[in-house]
């Protein structure tokens, strides 16, 4: 083999290598991606950090007591051989032990993680009040019910029912700030298909503006008005009458009826 | 004169003496994975998960190094489970030859094997040339990939590991479309390339290899001279290149031992020789004869650099600068060696 064989094979080889590479680097951006409907155990790292960190050993998967999480098959589109669970089939059970936390050896699933509330797997979210019972004025209340950190994850906020006049209406209420997104809620949702379901954080969480501030609050932190005193409002009202504020709108500051009854039939 | 290699040897000394190693050896690829599918099959949990990680009897954990390399060079720190893990598989093939994973353990090595046994009945000859170099830069790439992206992109092609994996978490008819991919691996190796994935290819073989390079379990041609030249050894050999130095390099000077790291120590030559001219040795031995004086010593380097030009570079040095490395490495090991040489040459 003299230098120039030896320079062009290496060339030929480096080329091919180099072609191969780009290919595996374009199908491993597609590859990568997952899909919104499937979740990651309890403690997963961030999703581009997970596919680095993960070696798709499938041991939370085998250590799962409950036996719902599983490895992404390579027609499936979810990166190949990676654990992922369908919150509809079956949510995470948060075990207090994370047992599949414990087994991954290495920090894909981040073993800093050891109180089970404090994971991320996503975030419930009513997507549908228009399915929802809850919002029809009937009483559901499954996922409340079987949310394993009811009251704090989800709540029953109490509306009127407008429809008839007379009845509460039983709203749940996600709070994002202690759900884990075990998906307990959308796998117990008894609709076809369900109205609350668990989705990555980042595509449904909203975030307030860095700068802004909302005024009662700063006002409750201040213990009194920021900018000015606040000047008592001064109504000018009709002599005889006032506003008020609970409803009821503009009426006589006076008794109804005053105790001599013929001024009452005699106003004008 | 010969249907198929080990023609001669089953002939003369019964089918099972030329088999032996074959049978072992597919008893321990069949029995690891029985032990891996022992548990999904039959609730015997044994061992769980697969060969990128496993836990044996919930007391020994063990690793892939080359996945938990690639995790690390990702940027995500270890766990000290899977760190030891990788560090008890290490040591293992360190020890008994790198590539005694491909031979008997993988799992793809069941495929490609069946691939070449048909390449043989079928007499397919037609074979792609494909630099055997190859596999070192693929597992430069599949090492560079975590590094520059932060992705494990390897894994989302790789056949070994989807093989295994698709075995035991969803038995043969759940294993989904990697089977394509090993039924590729398989057509490739049958009528494209002859070996072309586990010798030209594979990065997890190569990796595998380079742990492998100073194992201290050898085949060695102790008795080449008794060798017919009946060629078996070459024609059921899944390297050829690693035999030649060894059995016919006795003129140049060179010592007995298969030292290459692409041996997977598979033992087929040794099934295969009617004439006994291999076996199983521990230790490297030296690449050199005792004979040979200190003034061959050029000639013999320059003999091993032809003999086995295509032998990968250890050391990951650019191919240039090969040649030069590999015979200070020689007359090192030849004054370092020259106790243990005497004791080869009763060999």
């Known amino acids: 083999m003299n230098r120039r064989d030896f320079v062009l094979g290496s060339l030929r080889t480096a080329a091919g290598v180099g072609l191969l590479g780009l290919g595996l680097g374009l199908y491993s951006r597609q590859a990568s991606s997952l899909p919104a409907w499937a979740l990651r155990p309890p403690g997963a790292l961030d999703e581009d950090r997970f596919n680095g960190a993960c070696i798709r050993?499938?041991?939370?998967?085998?250590?799962?007591?409950?036996?719902?999480?599983?490895?992404?098959?390579?027609?499936?589109?979810i990166p190949t051989g990676t654990p992922y669970f369908i919150a509809r089939d079956a949510g995470c059970e948060m075990c207090e032990d994370i047992p599949c936390v414990v087994a991954c050896p290495t920090n894909a699933l981040d073993h800093a993680l050891t109180d089970i509330n404090d994971a991320d797997m996503g975030l419930a979210i009513v997507s549908d009040q228009e399915a929802c019972i809850a919002f029809q004025g009937l009483r559901c209340e499954v996922c409340y019910n079987i949310c394993p950190l009811r009251d704090d994850a989800i709540t029953l906020d109490l509306e009127q029912n407008l429809r008839s006049g007379k009845h509460a209406r039983f709203i749940p209420v996600v709070h994002s700030e202690h759900c884990t997104g075990c998906g307990k809620c959308e796998e117990a949702c008894i609709l076809d298909e369900a109205a609350i379901k668990v989705l990555p954080r980042h595509l449904i969480q909203g975030e307030l503006g860095k700068h802004y501030r909302l005024g009662w609050e700063q006002q409750q932190q201040a213990g009194g008005a920021l900018v000015a005193p606040d000047a008592e409002h001064r109504y000018n009202l009709p002599e005889g009458m006032r506003y008020e504020h609970g409803g009821?709108?503009?009426?006589?500051?006076?008794?109804?009826?005053?105790?001599?009854?013929l001024d009452t039939l005699n106003k004008p | 004169m010969h249907d198929y290699p080990g023609q001669s040897a089953t002939a003369e000394q019964g089918w099972l003496k030329a088999h032996k190693w074959l049978i072992l050896r597919r008893t321990s690829q069949l029995g690891l994975l029985g032990l891996f599918l022992l548990g999904p099959i039959a609730g015997i949990w044994l061992v769980t998960g697969n060969l990128s990680a496993s836990m044996t009897l919930d007391a020994l954990p063990l690793t892939d190094p080359l996945l938990l390399a690639q995790?690390?060079?990702?940027?995500?720190?270890?766990?000290?489970?899977?760190?030891?893990?990788?560090?008890?598989?290490?040591?293992?093939?360190?020890?008994?030859?790198?590539?005694?994973?491909?031979?008997?353990?993988?799992?793809?090595?069941?495929?490609?094997?069946?691939?070449?046994?048909?390449?043989?009945?079928?007499?397919?000859?037609?074979?792609?040339?494909?630099?055997?170099?190859?596999?070192?830069?693929?597992?430069?790439?599949?090492?560079?990939?975590?590094?520059?992206?932060?992705?494990?992109?390897?894994?989302?092609?790789?056949?070994?590991?989807?093989?295994?994996?698709?075995?035991?978490?969803?038995?043969?008819?759940?294993?989904?479309?990697?089977?394509?991919?090993?039924?590729?691996?398989?057509?490739?190796?049958?009528?494209?390339?002859?070996?072309?994935?586990?010798?030209?290819?594979?990065?997890?073989?190569?990796?595998?290899?380079?742990i492998g390079a100073g194992a201290q379990i050898r085949v060695t041609a102790a008795r080449r001279e008794h060798c017919d030249d009946c060629m078996d050894c070459f024609e059921i050999c899944p390297e050829p290149q690693v035999i030649k130095p060894a059995l016919k390099g006795a003129s140049l000077g060179l010592g007995p031992v298969i030292r290459s790291q692409d041996c997977t120590n598979c033992g087929r030559c040794i099934d295969v020789c009617s004439k006994d001219v291999f076996r199983f040795r521990l230790g490297r031995g030296s690449a050199v004869l005792p004979a040979a004086p200190a003034s061959e010593t050029a000639a013999v380097t320059a003999a091993i650099r032809r003999s086995s030009s295509r032998q990968s570079n250890?050391?990951?040095?650019?191919?240039?600068?090969?040649?030069?490395?590999?015979?200070?490495?020689?007359?090192?090991?030849?004054?370092?060696?020259?106790?243990?040489?005497s004791t080869n040459a009763t060999h």
């Not at chain 2, 598989?89 to 090595?109: E, I, K, M, Q, T």
């Open chain 2, 71 to 210: 995790s690390m060079l990702s940027g995500s720190l270890p766990v000290m489970s899977g760190l030891i893990g990788a560090l008890i598989v290490l040591a293992f093939y360190a020890l008994v030859g790198g590539r005694v994973f491909c031979s008997w353990v993988c799992p793809v090595n069941l495929v490609t094997d069946f691939a070449a046994e048909l390449r043989r009945r079928w007499a397919i000859r037609a074979s792609g040339r494909l630099s055997r170099q190859l596999r070192w830069w693929l597992l430069g790439l599949v090492l560079l990939f975590p590094l520059a992206t932060g992705l494990m992109a390897w894994e989302l092609v790789n056949p070994v590991t989807m093989m295994h994996r698709g075995l035991v978490f969803g038995g043969l008819w759940g294993m989904g479309l990697a089977w394509l991919v090993i039924a590729a691996v398989f057509l490739y190796d049958l009528f494209l390339v002859r070996r072309g994935w586990c010798r030209h290819l594979c990065p997890v073989g190569a990796f595998y290899g380079l």
């Open chain 1, 248 to 261: 009821e709108g503009l009426i006589e500051d006076s008794t109804p009826f005053p105790s001599n009854p």
């Open chain 1, 57 to 77: 050993c499938g041991l939370c998967v085998r250590d799962c007591p409950f036996e719902m999480l599983h490895l992404a098959r390579l027609e499936q589109p």
């Open chain 2, 314 to 341: 250890r050391s990951g040095n650019p191919p240039i600068s090969r040649s030069s490395n590999r015979s200070i490495h020689l007359t090192h090991s030849n004054a370092g060696n020259s106790a243990n040489a």
